[in-house]
């Protein structure tokens, strides 16, 4: 009966000691990541800052462009964390500009489905001379999927523990992420807003829980 009594109690505190030593970093704005965007329609451009951070496979034949994808990278700066930490969780969250009058500012399934995928960059790049003929080279080890969207103006929040642990692990040879479309047949887009958009709150945005 005396153990009965004082096992919960004890289990309660080995609960709140294990939770106590869990801590949070929130990266988000300039000074905690960079981005940068690839257009296959002018393979040439130099688009290190872009108000999109989108994955789209379109046709711009108003601006004499035709048919053309997009591509995104991001890269944060994760120096703040820890060298022993353990990650528990991280999560990126990306933005819709929901006032936008820019039609090109929605997501869209017009031809199929829009869903991405996330994968580790392991090659350098520079958002000073990123373009689609400079694009840096992927891995599809731990890759996470994102489902399509349900609705033209809505934000995400993807699980990418899997890919922030193989980074940490990998630091020598990872770069961060790109997001594209998994078929990138027009007409097809997920758009979000980077850090070059007009709204830091709306700024990508990586939380991770770790002990």
């Not at 609960?15 to 690839?38: E, R, W």
């Not at 451009?45 to 872009?50: K, L, M, Q, V, Y």
């Not at 869903?115 to 996470?144: G, M, Y």
């Amino acid at each position: 009966m005396h153990f009965r009594k004082f096992i919960f109690p004890i289990l309660a505190m080995f609960v709140l000691s294990n939770c106590a030593k869990l801590k949070t970093i929130s990266l988000q704005g300039k000074d905690f990541s960079k981005d940068g965007h690839a257009w296959s329609a002018r393979p040439n451009d130099i688009r290190g800052h872009f108000y999109f951070f989108d994955a789209r496979a379109w046709t711009w034949n108003g601006q004499g462009d035709g048919p053309g994808v997009t591509r995104s990278f991001i890269n944060f700066n994760l120096s703040g964390l820890p060298g022993k930490s353990r990650i528990i969780n991280a999560k990126l969250f990306l933005y819709q500009n929901k006032t936008s009058e820019n039609k090109d500012a929605k997501h869209s399934t017009l031809s199929g489905s829009n869903e991405c995928v996330l994968q580790r960059i392991i090659s350098p790049w520079s958002d000073e001379d990123i373009s689609w003929a400079k694009q840096p080279k992927t891995t599809t080890e731990h890759q996470v999927m994102i489902p399509a969207s349900i609705s033209p103006i809505q934000d995400y929040a993807i699980d990418i523990t899997p890919l922030i642990v193989d980074i940490i692990k990998e630091k020598e040879t990872s770069y961060g992420l790109m997001l594209r479309l998994v078929n990138e047949e027009a007409y097809r887009a997920v758009v979000f807003c980077s850090t070059d958009s007009d709204d830091p709150s709306l700024y990508p945005k990586l939380v991770i829980t770790y002990r």
